[in-house]
Every structure is written in structure tokens, then in C-alpha cells.
């Protein structure tokens, strides 16, 4: 029902998955007692920073090692609303490329497991000068050779 | 150079346009020094917010007709970042159509009329039960009308 | 160290404590690298609501009984900062009080239990009307019927 | 009515002031349709960045002399509540002292000059070392002299 965000690339890579719950805080929902569109970049970020920290590249992962990693793109659809307190899980998709490029796709369900938003973002890396890497640096190159041998 | 974010309608009716100059805060700026990308659907915000109020047709002008415009689609292109205390304007264009939807353009200039961001929103319109509406409600399509003559 | 912000009560009945655990985001911090001041609201936030469900004396436990608590004071105290990905926890202390009003001290510690937050806030109870209730609606006296017999 | 919430300094030297307009947007805006109370410390940096910036004592001419001004204290009382859309007010008012802090009051007025909300902040300055400093930098003590002397 919910078409691919990112083209099929190596099929023969699997994405990588992560999920984290959440709960529907109070300052995120809006006058009309749903959570405002412009919350869901925090949300999708909450469940790209877990995934990336579960794996290594993380935020902090990136930093050590002087690459900056970012967004160029974010999209979001809305299907359904969330409400005050209603939990909810967000999963972060990575899909596979060999680019210096992180593709991402998020699907956030409610507790009834319905799909209430969907997304991706797309980010770059930047070296220390702030130019565009055009190969992942060194220790991205390492956890792709892990990720395609099916070792995260 | 951007590429339009919505295919061309009527031609003859040109589009809507409304900026608001804004600065950035202390609070939208990142780790990084730049503007966290989570928050430009906030600055849309600002300027959709301003047209509809401008053009009559805003958040409360829909509400008192008991019509909501629910955000369906957000989208956001990342050109070039901005920071702390930096002034900008964003544009804001809305795309003829018909049909009961609002297409927004979002154009983010810097103090130097360099554009750092661009992006879209499509909003749909629900009737007091929450249904979708097929046509827009009299009072818009009196709006549309206006438009169409050129006298908004 | 850190001094009481209310007054002691009525000594026989203890503060109610309940703490929830966190993890900065990266959202949450400035261009200096720690968390932005202005957010530890929102951190208060989830410690009191979190209490507040436990002991079914939450904003939905009031809204049922068409009862709003707004806040009427917000103070905070900064001790020491928090950085990105640091984990905390928010403790939220409610103290007794017979009065029609809530009041909340937080106490934030960092990983190493070192207290970096401090605060508290102060919530008026207001009928379907808004007018400021003298007592306690009947289910929140007899909150207070259990929590003064040690059975919350 | 309201007291004040810094003890009479130097009688001979009034506080500063600065007003900016502002107006409540829809994102700050909660479920029971009034600003969410965290806002208010981002209303709060919004005067009190506008008078910085005017008296030449704003965050970037701190930064550039390596002194940092973290907030210490934050206090907020709510004594009306503001709505969606509507205009408002917020002064800051920086109170006369020749240690190295800055005490901010502020003062948020509707468009019917009804007070609806008040606070103070106090700052203190570190150096690049992250050390308190026990006396004004240079730059800050000739704002003060001028102040003093009544040319700001």
C-alpha cells in the first residue's frame, strides 16, 4: 500500500531495521489534540539516531571521525493522526547503497500496529572543509563490508 | 534551478505569493550551528500562515466554517544551512487548483537572496465529521473566484 | 545543598516520587553544545505526567472530571549542564498539601547521580468555567484519602 | 501588583528596556488552545536577545570576547493565558548591577496591555575556561559606564 520511498538497489542487501517506542507527549500535540505535523522530523530522528547508535554510525560515530552527515532531504506523508498519550513505535529503515549517503525511510505505527506516518530522509557527508564526500570514509566502508556479509 | 515542486495547472491563473522576513533564533540552532532541520516546518508554517490571514483564507477563517486543513505531505530540500542571528524571508506560494487541497510552494532566502531551502505541503480539507471533502466549501470557492479575476 | 522550595507541610504524610529515565536529544541542544535552557520545562513535563498516570491524577484522570491544571509558576534552577546522548533521570516529587493546587519539585541527576537540575511548579485546579476551585474535586480528596493512609 | 523580582540596586542608574512584538503561532499553541507554558522561556530569549543586540551586550559580543552567559535561574508566572493568533508583547528589563551577571525581568503584555505573564532570568559569565568570573569583562564595563552615564 505504501510504495518504496528508495529504488531497489543491491537486492541482495537487506535494510537494516530498528524500532523504538514512544509515547505521545503533551507539548507535541496541538490545538486540535493531535500531534502537529512539524514534530515528526523529532520523532524520525529519535528512531535514525537509535538505529545509528545500535550499528556504529551514529551521530557521534560520524564526529569522531570528523564527517558531518547532514540532511538534504526530509519527506513525510500523513495517513492518520496521533493522539495525547497514545503510544507508538517509529522504525527506521536504512536501505543499502554504496554512496557516501545515508537513505533512510521511516514507518511510524500506533498501538492497533496501523501505519500512521511514513517518511525518508536522505543525508550526505561532509569532510572536516565541509566538501561533499564522494566515498564513505574508511570506517563506513568497514561496517557496509559488515552489513553485506550479513555481520552488523 | 529548483525544480517545481508542482506540475503546472491553468496557466492562466497565477500562483499566490507572500514572504515574512524573520531572523534566526538562539533556540533553532543545533550542535552544529545551524539550523536544526527539524524546525523549517515551522518557518513554512510562518508564511502559509501569513497568506491565509492576508488572503482570507488562514487557520481561524477555516475553522469558523468548521473546515479543518490537515497537513498531508511535507516535504523539505536542504540547498545550504543558516545560523545563528541570520536574517532570511520565506516565501510562501500557493498553486492554483480546483480541487478542495491547498499546494504550497515554500522559497527560503538568505540575506543575500541566496535560496537555502525550498519545499512543499499539500493540505486536504475535512467537514466537521472529519470527512474529505470532494469540493472546497462556498467561502473558498468564492476565494477561488477572486483569484481567477485577479482581485484577491 | 540544594534547599526545599516548599515549605514543610503537614510532616506526617510523605512526598509522593517518581522518576523517569531519558537520554538528551540532539534537538535539545544548543550551539554551545548543551541542553538549551528553555527545554527542561518539557523535561519536568514528563516526570510529572508520568506521576500523575501512576497515581491516576493525571491531565486525562482531570480532564474526566472536567478539571484543568495549569501551571502557575515554573522555576528552574541550573546546576550543571547536559550534553548530547547523556542519560538522566527527572524525579518528580509531589508534595502534600490539602489545598486545591499541585506542587511539584524536580530534581534532574546525570549518569553519575550528580544533581544538575533543580526546580518546581506550582498548579491551580479550575472548573468546566475556569474558575479556581477552593477544594480538591472529590476524586482528588479521595487521592488524598490514600496517599495520607499510605495506599496510593 | 506585581513585586519585583530584584531587590532596588544603585537607585541613581533606571533598569534598560526593550519591547518586541510578537504574535502566538500555531505551533505553540496546546490542546486546551492557550501557549503551552515551556514556550515562555523562548518568548523570554526573544526580548532579551533584541535588547542585547541594541546595547551591544547580545550573545555574539559576548562570544566574540570567548565569555560565555549561561542561565542560572529561570522563573515564570502565568497570570493570563494567550491564544492562538493573538498579539502580544514582551519587554525585558535588565536591572542595574556591577557584578558579573545580568538579571533580566520581563514583562509580556496582550494587545490589551493586560499583563499576562512575568519572570526573570539571571546570568553569570564564564570565561574560556568555563570559570565563573568574579568581575565584568572589559567590553561589559564600558557598557556599564555608559549606562551609568546615561548614554547606552
Same mark, same amino acid.
Given at each position: 500500500?505504501?510504495?518504496?520511498?528508495?529504488?531497489k538497489g543491491d537486492e541482495t542487501v537487506a535494510p537494516l531495521r530498528?524500532?523504538?517506542?514512544?509515547?505521545?507527549?503533551?507539548?507535541?500535540?496541538?490545538?486540535?489534540?493531535?500531534?502537529?505535523?512539524?514534530?515528526?522530523?523529532?520523532?524520525?530522528?529519535?528512531?535514525?539516531?537509535?538505529?545509528?547508535?545500535?550499528f556504529g554510525i551514529?551521530?557521534?560515530? =560520524?564526529?569522531?571521525?570528523?564527517?558531518?552527515?547532514?540532511? %538534504?532531504?526530509?519527506?513525510?506523508? &500523513?495517513?492518520?493522526? $496521533?493522539?495525547? *498519550?497514545?503510544?507508538?513505535?517509529?522504525?527506521?529503515?536504512l536501505h543499502w547503497t554504496e554512496a557516501a549517503?545515508l537513505n =533512510?525511510?521511516?514507518?511510524?505505527?500506533?498501538?492497533?500496529? %496501523?501505519?500512521?506516518?511514513?517518511? &525518508?530522509?536522505?543525508? $550526505?557527508?561532509? *569532510?572536516?572543509?565541509?566538501?561533499?564526500?564522494?566515498l564513505p570514509?574508511l570506517f563506513y566502508r568497514e561496517f557496509l563490508d559488515r552489513w553485506k556479509r550479513g555481520k552488523k
Amino acid at each position: 500500500m505504501i510504495k518504496p520511498y528508495f529504488p531497489k538497489g543491491d537486492e541482495t542487501v537487506a535494510p537494516l531495521r530498528h524500532s523504538v517506542p514512544r509515547r505521545v507527549r503533551f507539548e507535541e500535540v496541538d490545538a486540535l489534540g493531535i500531534v502537529w505535523h512539524g514534530r515528526y522530523a523529532s520523532y524520525f530522528e529519535d528512531a535514525r539516531a537509535a538505529l545509528g547508535k545500535k550499528f556504529g554510525i551514529g551521530y557521534l560515530d =560520524f564526529y569522531a571521525h570528523k564527517i558531518l552527515t547532514p540532511i %538534504k532531504v526530509l519527506h513525510v506523508d &500523513y495517513h492518520f493522526p $496521533l493522539t495525547f *498519550d497514545e503510544p507508538f513505535t517509529i522504525e527506521a529503515v536504512l536501505h543499502w547503497t554504496e554512496a557516501a549517503r545515508l537513505n =533512510f525511510e521511516y514507518v511510524i505505527r500506533n498501538h492497533e500496529e %496501523k501505519i500512521t506516518t511514513t517518511g &525518508y530522509t536522505v543525508q $550526505l557527508m561532509l *569532510d572536516a572543509d565541509e566538501e561533499v564526500l564522494m566515498l564513505p570514509p574508511l570506517f563506513y566502508r568497514e561496517f557496509l563490508d559488515r552489513w553485506k556479509r550479513g555481520k552488523k
